[in-house]
Nanobody, 117 residues
Framework: QVQLVESGGGLVQPGGSLRLSCAFS????????MGWYRQAPGKQRELVAS???????NYEDSVKGRFTISRDNAEKTVYLQMNSLKPEDTAVYYC???????????WGQGTHVTVSS
């Protein structure tokens, strides 16, 4: 059974940085594609960034150049480094894990990120 636990959210001023972590419990972490979605109040959930088992990454256009996704297979953790944060980045950020593209993903409980002065 896979469980995901996010951490690292909080309140930050515009222009600041946060690093989100997603700890994976279960087996075969290295074979999973991992990523982050976010959902702002009143909006649909959107994919922010993803990383495959081989390390290929993909980003939503609005975060390119500001956010970096990475994974540590030894620690079974995926990270989202968020720099130059903007108020529009305010959302609940959810980690997911997917063993194969067609599989239903596992989800974490979410971590709140608020960007405000």
């Amino acid at each position: 059974q896979v469980q995901l636990v996010e951490s690292g959210g909080g309140l930050v001023q515009p222009g600041g940085s946060l690093r989100l972590s997603c700890a994976f419990s279960g087996t075969s972490f290295r074979h999973y594609s991992m990523g982050w979605y976010r959902q702002a109040p009143g909006k649909q959930r959107e994919l922010v960034a993803s990383i495959t088992s081989s390390g290929s990454t993909n980003y939503e256009d609005s975060v390119k150049g500001r956010f970096t996704i990475s994974r540590d297979n030894a620690e079974k953790t995926v990270y989202l480094q968020m720099n130059s944060l903007k108020p529009e980045d305010t959302a609940v950020y959810y980690c997911y894990a997917r063993p194969i593209p067609s599989a239903k993903p596992y989800w974490g409980q979410g971590t709140h990120v608020t960007v405000s002065s």
